[in-house]
């Protein structure tokens, strides 16, 4: 039985994700979380992130699964996207923290 083109990309995005994109998202909370702040290429990193997975919501709106998939993705995103933020502060102004 073939799969129509819309599940093929699905299972290619979603394994991206899993091999590339997830990983590199939590190497980069853990810079964080030892107080580090982003280089520009982690945030353009952090940009491509959120327009692919504003793109695959859209995309795969029907599948709840790809839904619950991508909405905890755009959560963890903005987790480590405000982490990144208050080291950025924390730096500004270190009497702050």
């Known amino acids: 039985m073939q799969q ?3 599940e093929h990309l699905m299972i290619v995005m979603l394994d ?6 997830l990983p590199r998202t939590f190497a980069i909370r853990q810079k964080l979380e ?9 945030i353009d990193f ?37 982490l990144a933020l208050e080291n950025e502060q924390a730096i500004a102004d270190p009497l702050s923290a």
């Open 16 to 21: 991206n994700l899993v091999q590339h994109s």
């Open 4 to 6: 129509p083109a819309n």
């Open 46 to 82: 952090f940009v491509e992130m959120l327009e692919r997975v504003k793109h695959c919501q859209r995309e795969f709106l029907e599948d709840a699964q790809c839904r619950v998939i991508f909405s905890t993705v755009a959560h963890l995103l903005f987790k480590v996207a405000n």
């Open 34 to 42: 030892r107080g580090e702040v982003l280089l520009s290429s982690e």
